[in-house]
């Protein structure tokens, strides 16, 4: 909201620092969220999973209208050259979920850099973990080759979003590894100070 209302701002060194450091209380394996979910599926004798209670917790209105705009880039894609590849293992396949990189349950994201086809097992086995850098690197052509089909498809959209949570408003140009390159930082933060589960596709 900052960011998009007042453009790019900074913030003193010491508070970044103290963010960083409680920031797994705030949000992580350690945060009170997540020790209530932990409480809930205890209590429910396991009939419940940690990912539905903070997944009710967290719920909040979703604009169904950012993943059918994503729905319908894929569909085209299908179209044009007969075939999707899931992102995560370059399967060729004809249906598949439109997956949150990062996942939502963790950051609300609707952005069109980060929804991009899983096929639908794959989708499901990671659910709300992070990708690893790994991953993402070895995953980087296909996601690369997606971000350039929406740029074509919507790029107004498309450009604003990955400046300002990837490219943190710096120059479009050459804009392919610096994205990459912060997802990669983005992914590994959440998983070595926030705690989250990561995943390395399998």
């Known amino acids: 909201f900052l960011i998009e209302t007042f453009g790019t701002f900074s913030i003193p060194l010491e508070y970044y620092e103290v963010f960083r450091t409680l920031g797994s209380f705030i949000n992580g394996q350690d945060a009170l969220?997540?020790?209530?979910?932990?409480?809930?599926?205890?209590?429910?004798?396991?009939?419940?999973?940690?990912?539905?209670?903070?997944?009710?917790?967290?719920?909040?209105?979703v604009t169904e209208r950012d993943i059918l705009r994503s729905?319908?880039?894929?569909?085209?894609?299908?179209?044009?050259?007969?075939?999707?590849?899931?992102v995560w293992t370059g399967r060729k396949v004809t249906t598949y979920d439109i997956d949150h990189v990062i996942p939502f349950a963790i950051w609300k994201n609707n952005d069109l850099w980060n929804l991009?086809?899983?096929?639908?097992?794959?989708?499901?086995?990671?659910?709300?973990?992070?990708?690893?850098?790994?991953?993402?690197?070895?995953?980087?052509?296909?996601?690369?080759?997606?971000?350039h089909r929406i740029d074509d498809f919507e790029p107004e959209r498309f450009r604003k979003e990955i400046q300002v949570t990837l490219l943190g408003g710096n120059s479009?140009?050459?804009?392919e590894a610096q994205a990459i390159g912060q997802l990669q930082?983005?992914?590994?933060?959440?998983?070595?100070?926030?705690?989250?589960?990561?995943?390395?596709?399998?």
């Open 71 to 86: 729905k319908k880039l894929y569909v085209s894609i299908l179209k044009q050259k007969g075939n999707v590849r899931c």
């Open 116 to 147: 991009l086809p899983a096929q639908v097992s794959i989708n499901n086995l990671k659910r709300a973990k992070i990708p690893s850098p790994e991953l993402i690197q070895r995953s980087r052509e296909l996601i690369t080759e997606y971000w």
């Open 185 to 202: 930082s983005t992914c590994e933060h959440l998983i070595a100070v926030r705690g989250f589960q990561p995943w390395n596709g399998k």
């Open 33 to 61: 969220l997540f020790k209530w979910a932990q409480f809930s599926v205890n209590a429910s004798g396991k009939a419940l999973s940690i990912e539905k209670v903070i997944n009710e917790v967290l719920k909040s209105p």
């Open 172 to 175: 479009f140009a050459a804009w």
